[in-house]
């Protein structure tokens, strides 16, 4: 198996990163490199790396990392389409783990993550976390999938996309209300740190992760 290993962007490796890409039918969710890079310029709480497969770059990470209140998530992950489904994004993020794990008041971390066609929870799975609840109710209406691992949670609510449709229509402004109730509840009774995603399926079958979308 190669080994995959987390290093620093620098003048000698920027440009391949830069020329990592997803495919064609991933374009329109996740964003190119050098703007995750051009973010970063102007975020003090960023940290990213290169995920290099072997002596190769393959992908890209980006954390928003804040020691002092002990919040660490995954901002962007991108792995190049060419390298994918070769296991070097399950590998990158158990590093990624690890490492977070050293950092002061490290007790949770928010992940980012690329499921399958149909479920978020293989991806999940592989990674140590357990199933929660699948269509948990609240007093507000359901949440999709709730997942945890240690001192992670994650909930998420899974839509589908079409290619004709407008992908900020998916969730409209009354069903984020119901849904921003129902992440209330949950962190009044469950954890302080609670996360809540979106996940947008397409139709020809490409997924894409939105942190943070209730605001």
Not at 15 to 29: D, R
Not at 87 to 108: D, F, S
Request: proline share 5%; hydrophobic share 40%.
């Amino acid at each position: 198996m190669t080994t995959v290993s987390l290093r620093p962007i620098t003048a000698d490796n920027v440009h391949a990163i830069l020329k990592l890409s997803v495919a064609p039918s991933q374009e329109k969710f996740v964003a190119p490199n050098a703007y995750s890079l051009a973010e970063a310029l102007f975020e003090p709480k960023a940290w990213y790396c290169a995920v290099y497969a072997g002596e190769t770059p393959v992908g890209f990470m980006m954390m928003e990392e804040d020691p002092e209140q002990g919040k660490y998530y995954l901002w962007r992950f991108l792995i190049g389409a060419e390298h994918q489904g070769k296991g070097y994004g399950y590998q990158a993020m158990q590093l990624l783990i690890e490492r977070v794990k050293q950092l002061p008041k490290a007790t949770e971390m928010t992940l980012s993550y690329v499921p399958d066609e149909h479920s978020p929870h293989p991806f999940y799975q592989k990674l140590g976390f357990a199933r929660v609840a699948h269509r948990l109710r609240t007093p507000f209406g359901e949440v999709d999938w709730v997942f945890k691992r240690e001192g992670i949670w994650v909930c998420v609510e899974v839509k589908l996309w079409r290619a004709t449709d407008d992908i900020h229509m998916c969730v409209k402004f009354a069903q984020k209300q119901r849904l921003r109730r129902a992440y209330e509840y949950l962190l009044s009774k469950v954890h302080k740190n609670l996360e809540f995603h979106l996940v947008v399926v397409g139709s020809d079958g490409s997924v894409q992760v939105y942190e943070d979308f209730l605001w």
